[in-house]
């Protein structure tokens, strides 16, 4: 059965739907594997925040401490709880934590983590919202690489007058504007994409990731997938705005990617209150 959401940020009518999983068939944890060369190897010492109350536009701090090896990139990432149902929506925001020490691979950058890694995180919650300048949906995005400034954000794209969808990637600066754009085909076994010329018209409808309480041990693989809001081509480009998150429930992330590229994700609660009083 699909299930619809909606939710008003800053005077902005936002949607989130997608289908339920059957009673009984919701996907499980998977059993996961450290017998692979480049595996994760580490084991998290804390893991605590400051604070698990906030209030709006304020920010979480954590303490992180990881011990271990085969550690390639650090994230944090937020989801919103939905009140009424069992079930988290976003990333909200999906961020990269920068190492102190860095080197450059093949003219790209990467993290250089000690085998005891402390940090001490700064994590504001915002809601980015992605707009045709009339109508608004969720934009929750993912960033484009370690080191690279920008977002991406995947959905459905649809040509004016056609009645199919393709799967389409944009890239937005961190201001908001858009990079780039492009359609995402499977031919031949592999996904390869080309680029998007978007047209007036044409729409574009936001990805949406559901996670559960059965499934935020390995969501990369069992995360369920929704839609939010239609949006429309109309005389400028889409782009994004950032608002102050609303009070409710939350989860903060933690994902750690190994050298194998797997992500093991670790989650602590939190809320946003209107008043700490």
């Known amino acids: 059965m699909e299930l619809v959401r909606n939710y008003v940020v800053n005077d902005w009518e936002l949607k989130i739907a997608f289908n339920e999983p059957e009673k009984g068939g ?12 480049g595996a994760g190897n580490y084991k998290i010492d804390t893991f605590q ?23 390639a990139f650090l994230y944090t990432e937020v989801y919103y709880k939905d009140k009424a149902h069992p079930y988290y929506y976003g990333p909200l925001t999906h961020e990269v934590v ?15 983590w000690d085998p005891e890694i402390k940090l001490t995180l700064e994590v504001a919650p915002v809601i980015r919202v ?4 009339l109508n608004a949906a969720f934009a929750f995005m993912h960033p484009l690489g370690y080191g690279v400034e920008g977002y ?6 649809t040509k004016k007058g056609s009645g199919n969808s393709n799967r389409a990637r944009l890239q937005f600066d961190e201001n908001g504007v858009m990079t780039d ?15 998007l010329v978007i047209k007036p018209g044409d729409r574009f ?8 309480d059965l499934n ?62």
């Open 26 to 37: 919701a996907p499980s944890r998977s059993v996961e594997s450290a017998l692979a060369p």
């Open 216 to 277: 935020l041990g390995n969501p990369e693989s069992h995360s369920l997938h929704g839609i939010s809001g239609t949006l429309t081509r109309l005389e400028e480009p889409f782009h994004w705005v950032e608002e102050a998150a609303i009070p409710g429930d939350y989860l903060l992330g933690l994902v750690v990617e190994d050298f194998n590229g797997d992500k093991y994700h670790h989650y602590v609660p939190f809320s946003i209150v209107g008043s700490l009083d």
């Open 98 to 112: 920068r190492s102190a020490v860095e080197k450059e691979v093949n003219g790209l950058v990467h993290p250089v």
């Open 130 to 133: 992605l707009t045709d300048g």
């Open 49 to 71: 925040l400051e604070a698990d109350r906030i209030a709006p536009s304020a920010a979480l701090v954590l303490s992180l401490q990881i011990s271990g090896e085969n550690i």
């Open 205 to 212: 409808i936001p990805g949406v990731h559901v996670l559960t």
């Open 152 to 157: 991406q954000l995947e959905g459905l794209y």
């Open 181 to 195: 754009k492009r359609v995402i085909q499977e031919k031949r076994g592999h996904l390869v994409s080309h680029d």
